[in-house]
Structures are given as structure tokens and as C-alpha cells.
């Protein structure tokens, strides 16, 4: 029975709807209930207490349902559960129930469907997704295939073009693409990069060429400084510098001093190019500038130092190494500022190294006191000096090359194998840098053009008179012979006296004033020298901090004829010291190492005489 009231607005009941079923009785439920629907879904229903109300087998009413344990779907259904779920009906068919719990009866209604066919239609949904997604699979590689087809094509179309742009002239290297894709714009993109690079390259290209224009004025400049003092190397003298395409600041220089003088320059700049360039110039004009006056080696250390501080920034310096050889006193004097070790190679006994014991030039403004060695040297030993781009291409076999070739072999041969050691080391490995390098062999001391006479076979017969005289005073404390010599004959060479006199009298007054200083003013035993050059020149310096600020006075007088040239020229050395027996000197038939100076002067004077006391000297030396 089913009964339902009908309410007012005030709450009171106004009908009742009434209806009734008779479960043995045809009607919607049971008939659908005994009805199994399509497939295996079917009705039922149950109440709390587990009695079957209703379902497709007539014999199941009123019976207690068959449960298979209390975690059976309809056992808790019976405990309150309400929803859907799986179980293993009676038939054992597995199936998926949906319950709902009647609010008006006590009644638990149950549509139960076999999962298989529950399942049913996502299986057809598969199948038909799988159709669906082999159609687009296939669609997709047709696509795809299509797409990369053309753009292969496209692409290689650009690789062809590509492989072929470095044959073309510049302004022509544009790749051609047909269409508007991803190639096209890479296309596009690649032309744009093409022309950037096309006006990039031209640039460089005009900066390199004027690079080239001032390094190729640069080295022309460098060589045409360098190249007079390389000429003019004598026999046993070898000075050269290998260089790359650029320039690495590397130079080697040579100047002719007074007769038997000799002096050198090995410098290397850092840097590359016209920096490099820019610091080697000034040195080398310097050197030349001041070997020229025959300055000491200090002076021309210091000069090249501060001129470097003026003109470069910081940072930028210059090695070098400074060589002066005097074959009339069988010395040699090296100053090394910064370069690799130079070596004095004795044609007897072991080699010497001479190191390096002053900062480059530029480093700093006060490098402080130079330190020049002093060697005495004898004839045919060698001395041999090089930039670091040597050593980057013998390395270790320096020393070996020099012990085995420079020791004993003719100089002709030890430069050989030099030479032919670098070639060697420039084939197996590129020259990074230049080499400069300088191989002197010590000539024979006394050499004959010095002590030659000079004059003619009579004195000039007409008559002179005196054209220019200059009278000066030189403190041998405060100024070195080497210092005030070369303005002496640049001041003599200004009044007309020439080239090749002017050698005679720097010759002259070398001896002259030599001698009025170490034995005049100090004094010195000459039989020092016998104990080697090192032992008087270590003499002569403590002489000179302890002598009394005395000066040595000379005289330079030239002498023309009545066409107002220049015939003679007389000179007069006088020193404070006591004098010596000069008559005794003129009686002796032999000197040995005494009055060596004096015997030069007396085979290049037209007459050599001396005062009383025997403090001062005078001589007269030929002009043509």
C-alpha cells in the first residue's frame, strides 16, 4: 500500500492519495523486475532483513538473498550502504550493481549489469579510437612527409648554395629560396649575416692595409737607421736580425767609434706592430746618437731609459744590451737589461756568462746605478749575445751549438752553423718572433791602422797661422774622457777640420789625457796592468773617489795656410801630478807594456815634446 497526504497552506490535510500493488500482480515494477533487459541487466529488490522482493526468478521471492560474506555489496547495503559497486551474482557472473534504498518502504533497490557488457561500449570506443588514431597517424607521416620533403628540398637547396658562396665575389654571396617558410627565413636571416659580414670583412680589410702601409714605413724608417752600422760590420763581426711578417720590436745596430772602438745595440721591445715599433725607434736613434760621441755606456743606458719614461705608457719597455769593445786597451764592456745571457767565449778556457743586472729601459724613472761589466779580452776570443726568439727556437741547445761550433772553429763556420742552426729551428717549428743575434771575434790588439804614422813624408812648407784655439779644463772626478771627447771634435769639426783628421785627433787625445789622468793626477803603476785589465781598472776607480778635485788642462789649436785651409793641429796636455823621466823614456829601445800611449803618439805626430818637469805634453798632428 501506498499512501500520500495532501497539505494546505495552513497545514491541514486536504487529501490523501491512496494506491495499492499486488506484488503477484502484473505491474510497472514487477514487470520489469520479471523482465530482463537487453543483455544482461536486470531489476531487483530487497528489504533490510535480506528477503528478495522482487526479482526476474519468481522462486527468488520472499527467500533470503545468497551472500558470499560480509563484505558482500548487498550485505552492506543491508548495514546501510547506498551506491554502486561489484559482485559475483548467484550464475557467477560478475556485474556491477547500483543500490538505492527506498525512503517509503523498507526496501533496497538493486539494477545489476554484467561488467562485460558494462564494458561494452568503451571496447567499441577503443576500436574506434584506434581506427581514428591510425587515420591521424597516417595523416600525420603523410604531413609530415609532405613538409619535410619541400623543406628538405629547401634546405638542400641552401647547403648547395652555401658550399658554392666562398667561389663567388663579394657582394654577390645571397642565397636564392623560392616560398615563405622556416627555410626562407633562415634564408633571409643567413643574407643578413652574409652582408654584415661582407661590410665587416671590408673593413678589416682597409684597417689591415693601412696597418700594413705604417708597419711597412715603420720598417722601412727602423732599417734604414740600422742598416749603415750593419754595412760597415768588419771582418770578424756578424749582427743581424731575422724577422717575421710583423713587426716584434727587435734591432740590432753597430757604429764605428774612434779607431779601435766598437760598439753594439741588441734591443726587443715588447709588443707586436707599431707599438712595438714606436719603442724600438727612439732606442736605436740614441744608441746611434751617443755611441757616436763614444759616451759611456751609463750615459747611454740612462738616456734610452728616460726617453723611453717620456714617449711610451706604462708598461711598455724595451730590453736591450749594450756592448762596447776598445781593442786598443783589450777590453770589453757589456751593460744587460733584461736580455737572455750573453757569452764571453775565451779561444782559451771556459765560457763566461754575462747576465742581466739592470731592469729593461721604460720600467721606471730612477732604474738607479747601471751595472756595466768590465772584461779583458785577447785575440780571437768571442763574444756572442741574442733576443729571446733565439731561445724559442734552439732551447737548450744554445750552449751545446756554442761549445761545440764557437769554441775552436773559424768564425766563418761558427756563423754558419748558427745560421744554419736557426733555419733549422724555423723549419721544424714557425717563427713567433724575431731574432736578433751578434757574433764578435776580439781582432788582434794594436791593430796596424792605429799605430801606422799618419803624417806626411815633410811638414806642410808654407807658412801658418793659428785659425781656432779653444783652452779647457777637465775634472776627472766629475767628467770621464768618453763624455767630453765627442764635443771637443764636434767642436773642432765645426771650424772645418776633417772627418779623417778628426779620427787622428780623437786618437790622440785619448792617449794624451789617458795618460795625464792615470798617472799624472792618480798616479798609477802601469806594471798593474800586467795583473790583467779588471785589477788597474779596479785601481783607477778608487784612485779617482780618493784624488783631490784637480783638473787636467789641454789646448786645441788648428793651424791654416793663406787659403784659410786647415793644415795642423796642435795640442797641449798638461796634468797636476809630478811629472815623470821623460828623457829616460826616449833613450829606452824597449817598453814592453810602459809608454804604450806615448809610442801611439809619437807614430802619428809631426813632433812630441814634453815641459821640464815632464807634468805636460806637447804634439802637432798632419791634416793632408
Not at 525512503?103 to 574506434?128: M, N, T
Not at 587515420?135 to 619541400?150: E, N, P
Not at 665575389?169 to 627565413?185: A, F, L, N, T
Not at 770621464?480 to 786618437?507: H, K
Amino acid at each position: 500500500m501506498l499512501a500520500a497526504p495532501f497539505l494546505g497552506r495552513d497545514g491541514r490535510v486536504l487529501a490523501v492519495l491512496a494506491g495499492s500493488a499486488d506484488l503477484f500482480q502484473d505491474d510497472f515494477i514487477l514487470e520489469n523486475a520479471r523482465r530482463r533487459q537487453p543483455g544482461s541487466s536486470y531489476l531487483q529488490m530487497f528489504d533490510s532483513r535480506g528477503r528478495v522482493l522482487i526479482h526476474p526468478d519468481p522462486a527468488r521471492f520472499m527467500k533470503p538473498l545468497e551472500l558470499s560474506g560480509p563484505q558482500d555489496l548487498f550485505d552492506r547495503a543491508i548495514k546501510g550502504f547506498e551506491g554502486s559497486g561489484e559482485r559475483i551474482n548467484t550464475a557467477g557472473v560478475q556485474a556491477i550493481s547500483s543500490l538505492k534504498r527506498l525512503q517509503a518502504i523498507d526496501g533496497i533497490l538493486v539494477a545489476s549489469l554484467s561488467i562485460s557488457e558494462a564494458l561494452a561500449p568503451i571496447e567499441r570506443l577503443r576500436d574506434y579510437l584506434k581506427v581514428a588514431v591510425a587515420g591521424v597517424v597516417a595523416l600525420s607521416l603523410f604531413l609530415t612527409w609532405l613538409i619535410s620533403h619541400r623543406l628538405a628540398d629547401n634546405l638542400e637547396d641552401v647547403t648547395r648554395q652555401i658550399r658554392t658562396l666562398g667561389d663567388l665575389p663579394s657582394g654577390s654571396r645571397i642565397i636564392r629560396i623560392k616560398g615563405d617558410d622556416e627555410v626562407s627565413d633562415l634564408a633571409r636571416s643567413f643574407n643578413d649575416m652574409i652582408g654584415r659580414l661582407e661590410a665587416h670583412e671590408a673593413r678589416l680589410t682597409l684597417a689591415k692595409a693601412e696597418t700594413d702601409e705604417e708597419l711597412g714605413i715603420t720598417k722601412h724608417v727602423l732599417n734604414r737607421l740600422v742598416e749603415p752600422g750593419l754595412r760597415d760590420l768588419p771582418p770578424g763581426f756578424h749582427m743581424e736580425t731575422l724577422q717575421t711578417q710583423r713587426i716584434n720590436g727587435d734591432a740590432c745596430t753597430y757604429h764605428q767609434g774612434l779607431p779601435g772602438v766598437h760598439s753594439g745595440l741588441i734591443c726587443d721591445a715588447t709588443g707586436h706592430g707599431l707599438t712595438a715599433g714606436v719603442s724600438t725607434l727612439p732606442t736605436v736613434q740614441t744608441f746611434l746618437s751617443m755611441a757616436g760621441r763614444d759616451l759611456p755606456l751609463e750615459t747611454i743606458y740612462l738616456e734610452i731609459n728616460a726617453k723611453l719614461r717620456q714617449m711610451l705608457p706604462s708598461g711598455r719597455f724595451v730590453c736591450l744590451l749594450l756592448v762596447r769593445l776598445d781593442v786598443r786597451h783589450g777590453s770589453i764592456s757589456v751593460l744587460n737589461a733584461g736580455l737572455p745571457d750573453a757569452s764571453l767565449l775565451p779561444a782559451h778556457g771556459s765560457a763566461r756568462k754575462l747576465k742581466s743586472h739592470n731592469l729593461p729601459a721604460g720600467v721606471l724613472d730612477a732604474p738607479g746605478v747601471p751595472v756595466v761589466e768590465h772584461i779583458a779580452v785577447s785575440e780571437g776570443d768571442r763574444f756572442f749575445a741574442f733576443t729571446d726568439g733565439l731561445q724559442d727556437l734552439l732551447g737548450n741547445r744554445i750552449d751545446a751549438l756554442l761549445a761545440r761550433e764557437t769554441a775552436s772553429a773559424p768564425f766563418s763556420a761558427s756563423r754558419r752553423s748558427i745560421q744554419e742552426a736557426l733555419a733549422q729551428g724555423s723549419w721544424d717549428q714557425e717563427q713567433q718572433d724575431d731574432v736578433s743575434w751578434a757574433l764578435w771575434e776580439i781582432p788582434a790588439l794594436d791593430p796596424p791602422e792605429i799605430m801606422a804614422p799618419l803624417r806626411p813624408a815633410a811638414r806642410f812648407p808654407g807658412p801658418l797661422h793659428t785659425a781656432f784655439s779653444v783652452e779647457l779644463a777637465m775634472h776627472p772626478r766629475q767628467h770621464s774622457i768618453p763624455s767630453v771627447l765627442p764635443d771637443c771634435l764636434r767642436l773642432v769639426g765645426s771650424q772645418g777640420l776633417p772627418a779623417e783628421a778628426a779620427q787622428t785627433l780623437a786618437v790622440a787625445l785619448t792617449e794624451a789625457l789617458g795618460n795625464a789622468v792615470d798617472h799624472g793626477l792618480l798616479r798609477l803603476d802601469t806594471r798593474l796592468k800586467e795583473e790583467g785589465f779588471m785589477a788597474y781598472d779596479a785601481a783607477r776607480q778608487a784612485g779617482l773617489e780618493a784624488a783631490p778635485a784637480h783638473a787636467i788642462h789641454f789646448r786645441i789649436a788648428l793651424r791654416s795656410d793663406a787659403q784659410n785651409r786647415i793644415r795642423e793641429v796642435a795640442v797641449d796636455v798638461e796634468d797636476p801630478g809630478p811629472g815623470f823621466d821623460w828623457r829616460a823614456w826616449q833613450n829606452r829601445s824597449a817598453h814592453g807594456q810602459r809608454g804604450r800611449g806615448l809610442r801611439i803618439l809619437q807614430s802619428i805626430a809631426l813632433d812630441l815634446g814634453f815641459n821640464e818637469a815632464g807634468n805636460a805634453i806637447h804634439f802637432t798632428l798632419p791634416c793632408g
